[in-house]
């Protein structure tokens, strides 16, 4: 659809700019809302928010659901900030920013960055509409963002709720397999999920093509999804990727496994270390040639998928407090824990160090495989 998005004259500055139209977020973002505001709001809305907040409406709060794309309100923002979508549902206003392939907006003369200047206009909003609660909502897909928004939520100490494009599309993919859905519902859902697989935004849903993996694309995808879907969990509970950590380990490879980046290569292992945010530090110490950064390892979990066998483990590790590695050291790490690991590994020992394991092996195939690891790991860090 993206009528919307055209309306408001948001897809001028991507051809202005020569963006391709698949990279671009806001048609993406109208797409997909302008569906879910047509569609039975039950099935969408309600569960859009749910996922998102945790806040559950009537059917009549959510029927009499508004929508507003793109609000420009100078006085409740105080300069040109444009949040993608504000719906108010009863006494609540939802802000939402949708990102896509980008991060967050830098800060601006104020020294407010994006998050702070929406947060602040939301309020205004809720006040300016005599509502009395308000959701600032980040629809994402790429969970670099989610530490962005940790960084926030640590630093104000107001909240900040995520929704992932693949729980829309998961949303999406129960209500085509409703037997008594509208017509209306059941073509707009297909067209929602039909577009979010293209920009490749699907939810997970099993690694279904683990053992041909180097003839399908789908299965990058699977680990990519799963990777996401997971942070997205964690992050809800102050688990974010482990510091310096920006990519899904191959054998100790330096290659991204990132959206638009997929590709055919032959690795054994996918693995992504993790640690609560009160447990990442960075500090420096003098070299001759300057100065060189290093990070707090005493405690971490993390995921790795092993190809050659089709499971998945899920460890936490301890060190040492006051342990401290350089960057290289995931590299290391993950190519030696492959090595040496068995199902009943207690420690393993890097340099000088060592680390404490405590593993839990699954079937990869499994379909509950993505709860039981989020839950692993949270009770590991918790």
Not at 123 to 132: H, P, T, V
Request: proline share 3%.
């Amino acid at each position: 659809m993206a009528v919307v998005a055209e309306l408001k004259g948001k897809l001028n500055g991507y051809q202005a700019a020569g963006v391709p139209y698949i990279d671009a977020e806001d048609p993406l973002t109208a797409s997909i809302f302008e569906s879910i505001e047509v569609m039975d709001r039950e099935l969408t809305l309600g569960r859009v928010l749910l996922e998102a907040t945790g806040d559950v409406f009537s059917p009549q709060q959510l029927a009499q659901a508004e929508f507003h794309y793109w609000p420009r309100d100078p006085e409740a923002f105080g300069d040109l900030t444009e949040p993608d979508l504000v719906i108010t549902v009863g006494d609540t206003l939802f802000l939402l920013e949708a990102k896509y392939r980008s991060g967050l907006g830098k800060a601006n003369n104020e020294g407010k960055d994006q998050l702070g200047r929406e947060y602040k206009g939301g309020i205004a909003l809720m006040k300016k509409g005599e509502l009395s609660r308000f959701r600032l909502v980040c629809v994402v897909g790429d969970a670099s963002v989610l530490d962005e928004i940790a960084g926030f939520q640590r630093d104000t100490g107001n909240r900040v709720d995520c929704l992932q494009w693949q729980q829309i599309h998961h949303i999406m993919s129960d209500i085509e397999e409703l037997p008594n859905a509208e017509r209306r519902d059941l073509i707009l859902a297909t067209r929602c999920r039909q577009l979010l697989e293209r920009r490749r935004m699907a939810s997970f849903s099993g690694f279904q093509h683990l053992h041909d993996y180097k003839q399908s694309e789908g299965f990058y995808e699977e680990v990519f999804n799963f990777s996401n879907m997971l942070l997205n969990r964690l992050s809800q509970n102050d688990i974010v990727r482990a510091v310096y950590e920006f990519r899904i380990e191959r054998d100790g490879g330096k290659r991204s496994l990132a959206v638009g980046g997929l590709d055919q290569w032959a690795p054994t292992y996918f693995a992504l270390p993790v640690q609560r945010t009160t447990d990442r530090s960075v500090g420096k110490q003098p070299t001759k040639q300057g100065e060189t950064r290093f990070y707090s390892v005493d405690r971490f979990a993390f995921f790795l998928l092993d190809i050659d066998t089709a499971q998945l483990i899920a460890a936490k590790v301890t060190a040492p407090p006051g342990t401290s590695k350089r960057a290289t050291f995931w590299d290391d790490f993950f190519r030696r824990f492959k090595k040496a690991w068995t199902g009943d590994l207690k420690t393993i020992t890097i340099g000088p160090t060592e680390f404490g394991v405590e593993l839990k092996v699954l079937d990869a195939g499994s379909q509950d495989v993505l709860d039981t690891v989020a839950q692993m790991i949270t009770e590991y860090l918790g």
